[in-house]
């Protein structure tokens, strides 16, 4: 699914967010968003997943049936466990229950948590639960994900482990775009890298042309 911005200008309460931004999204890519703090990020991924609607310039307009977004402050009930969240995800899908648990199991499985598939969310290590909402994603079956700075309570080893899963779903046929303040993971599995600073673009390419400092 392809996305495509094209001159992105953003204010809120009458501050200045994002300025006259352009750029594409290819399909079945895995595209970072990186920049300092109050570069404008996260907003403009509101923007992507419609949470944001009054701008001036051209958006590519998505459905909810075309998407998964996970903002930073996503969290499901407390008293769900891992595999009730997951299953969550299959709650618009026309399947038989049965064909959504043996899913529900596959989706833990590979994604690194089906050991976890009893505790409560809230039991859970960061690097758990964001693998776990992974997989609420992937049960949905949109074919692009949204995640806003999934990773940014999490050790390197767990960054690791995290990016090379959203890799393999990309390499899957699903297109990924994700916030993020990790440039050298960025660089190292995304398909394509998007600098914001100052509420403007500085960067827009392959990893390994990005040579920017924040």
């Given at each position: 699914m392809k996305i495509s911005v094209t001159d992105l200008s953003l204010s809120l309460n009458g501050i200045n967010i994002l300025d006259d931004i352009s750029f594409d999204v290819p399909g079945q890519s895995f595209v970072c968003i990186v920049g300092p703090n109050g570069s404008g990020k996260s907003s403009l991924l509101g923007v992507l997943a419609n949470e944001i609607?009054?701008?001036?310039g051209i958006v590519t307009r998505l459905n909810g049936s075309?998407?998964?977004y996970l903002p930073q402050d996503l969290s499901p009930p407390p008293f769900?466990?891992?595999y009730e969240i997951v299953m969550l995800g299959f709650y618009a899908r026309d399947l038989q229950k049965s064909e959504?648990?043996?899913?529900?199991m596959e989706l833990l499985d590979f994604c690194g948590v089906s050991g976890l598939a009893g505790s409560t969310f809230t039991?859970?290590?960061?690097?758990?639960?964001?693998?776990?909402?992974?997989?609420?994603?992937?049960?949905?079956s949109k074919g692009l994900i949204l995640l806003?700075?999934?990773?940014?309570?999490?050790?390197?080893?767990?960054?690791?482990?995290?990016?090379?899963?959203?890799?393999?779903?990309?390499?899957?046929?699903?297109?990924?775009?994700?916030?993020?303040?990790?440039?050298?993971?960025?660089?190292?599995?995304?398909?394509?890298?998007?600098?914001?600073?100052?509420?403007r673009k500085v960067f827009d390419g392959a990893p390994d042309k990005f040579k920017l400092t924040f």
């Open positions: 609607n009054t701008y001036d075309q998407f998964c769900l466990n891992v959504k648990q043996r899913s529900t039991d859970i290590s960061e690097g758990e639960k964001q693998r776990t909402l992974l997989a609420f994603c992937l049960a949905q806003d700075e999934p990773m940014s309570a999490i050790d390197l080893s767990g960054r690791q482990k995290f990016f090379g899963l959203l890799k393999s779903i990309s390499d899957m046929g699903n297109t990924l775009v994700v916030v993020t303040h990790d440039i050298d993971m960025a660089i190292k599995y995304s398909n394509k890298i998007i600098g914001i600073k100052d509420g």
